[in-house]
């Protein structure tokens, strides 16, 4: 007796929902192979089916609700995106022990506590390796390669729009308008960039990271986000000035709290910024559109996942391999890892994270200004690493100077209210530039800081 | 009623054996959590008990086969490494159907199609992330994330000592002896260094990679093997000369034989060589011991894993990892993929592969010469790239002349040939260096192939 083929509903056929048909019907037979059965394509559902007269009738619906409660799929394939209808569907599919495959990030971002209770309570399977950094094989890694590690961060570059701006900006000196429209036109940004670049993208990309890594329900409202609209020529620049370079970076650190209102313990930082990190780190190489992600556990070292973090195809990749996962699991009778949130550590806010500025100020150029700037820093605990006299920069006129100031590792509030102090200062012109710094476990001798 | 807890024999205690020993006490509570039940050392087999006094002694055996068979084991981890009496010990605990976790490369490299049918038949579970790459997540994403895509590629550097020997040479011009010296000095190579600098560490890990990538078995015997040896402070400098760098790469490829002898259809190429890659590629700059490995995949694209390969805590979070997923699968009751070896491709022999060649040749200095050259690779049907006078070699004398040519791609066995009868030619001195080039998908300007 050959085995019962498994039922797949596919919800969905843009750009991702196409690639995911292609290869089901391409690979058909090596997917049989591999799961133990054959995967057949059970429906699919769209918006409008007039769209879609090259997928044979009798799969195509505008139904979804109706096609994910037939009692013959036992997969739902999920690529529409957004919170609703997709929340609604996918509980449902859950409720009735149907397992999910996702690509949605939002909605885990938002909302994945409440799909996972779904799948736990009636055990079936949900996955959704194509949610962060399309084809890169990352979340499973994290849920299973390092289980029995103790990951104490994930840094990395979630989101290629905002890649290949300030990769463009890097290469050429661009600023950031022209990089955007450089990108706009080559396809690698939306016509509406916004949740690219404001950081939105990233934000739920690193909601999720977290919540697997520190097997801790973060959510994306937990995470602390800047986008890279306000990144300029200049900071490049400067970037390059002292060993480094700009991306926009997801990080997701285990904090250890020495105390303080949060009590003694752990707790999750994650949070999502554009920062100077150092040429020499693996991250800083990776260009154009492409993802890569840097991980770092207690046993394992230092770790680097790279590849497309978009794309039909890519993506596409990711959801069979998902899909390939839980149908072996439902010819098994068994199911995949559960999440697990049981560490349930706080999240810390972004004023308490140590992190440190580059800081760069128009001053008087005359005795005592480099003393009272110091006071400042002192005032409020932010201790300086290095302060050097930036002679790049234009000519400021006989009376002015500028500054260029790195810091060590402070509270972020410090340093925030430090900045906003300096603007006050009647020695101070002006604070032009702000950028945080993330080492990443690297030493950056030109920057003063180990 | 709690779930009963899940009993690991370990087989080995070396420096990997007591990283495992003290993850699994130092993360004993996490690793209950993640895994849905506790996870107990039962025993742990050891050649000489009075090496071991800080093992408890209720748990110390120099008896491992008595171990392995306990009713009480559930999972066996072998961490001994070599082929015997590894393999009878792991083909008794998976005949018992007990779940099997192991780190052994060249036991599975040689053996590991009896290890799997045994694993199949019984339906216990085989896990092995540890044996290639370490710490990095390799052969997870190869089995399962991608296992609904097409790879056609897997290439890396899978070996820290020779990668820490090259990078040495290339970063600071010395020869292979003085690098292997101070390689040795710093604990990257071993007092017999052999295994790692003769390739045969890398032959086994390819074994593995390709095996699981092409689903296909594929034995070290299979694998065409060169050392880095012959590797000369030269051939750095000559590379560097063409935009390139020099690296031990294992690669595996899914090969498209037009025709021939070998049938029509898709194979298999696995080989182990010293190799010319562009400074520009992803794997150029993976420097010291690190690993890093690029797969290609026809929907995924192009993704590269970093990380350590080797040394006792990285290899223990790898096991660690494995013994979370087949203790989770004991507790569901399930198993986890299945070795697959379906697609059972043939394995192209070396001298088919299409490889390039760069070519370092001291020649006589008068009219004629090069067309005498061009017409030998004619003959032998291989396509010249470029040839250029190597101004920056040595005073040949009035007579002399360095050439370096740079081929296309041709059968190996055909560049053998070309290589061979140039050392015939009266108006050669000497071929002084041969390097294979490849390129991995990169275009390579400098050396004139794409």
Redesign the interface.
Known sequence: MSPAPVRVALLGRGTVGR?VMR?LVE?AD??A??V?APVELAGVAVRRAHRHTDVPAELLTTDASGLVSRPDVDVVVEVIGGIEPARGLLLDALKAGRAVVTANKALLAEDGATLAEAANASGADLYY?ASVAG???LL??LR???????ITRVAGIVNGTTNYILSAMAEHGTGYREALEKATELGFAEADPTADVDGLDAQAKAAILASLAF?TRVTAADVYCEGISSVTAADLVAAKAVGCTVKLLAICERVVTPGGEAGEGESVSARVYPAMIPASH?LA?VGEAYNAVFVE????????????GA?G??T??????????VA??RV????G??E?A??SLPIQPMGRIPTRYHISLAVQDRAGVLATIAGLFARHEVSIATVRQDMTARQMGARGARLVIVTHAAPDAALAATVAALGELDQVFGVDRVLRVENLGRPVSALGVA
């Open positions: 690639e290869l690979q090596e997917l192979a591999r133990g390796e084809a890169i094989p499973r890694p299973e390669s390092l289980v029995g590690d103790k097997h693996p190489s556990a207690e046993a394992a070292g230092q770790l680097m996942f790279y590849g497309q794309g195809a890519p596409a990749s990711a959801v069979l391999g998902d899909l390939v996962a072996r699991n098994a009778g068994g199911h890892p559960r697990s049981y560490a």
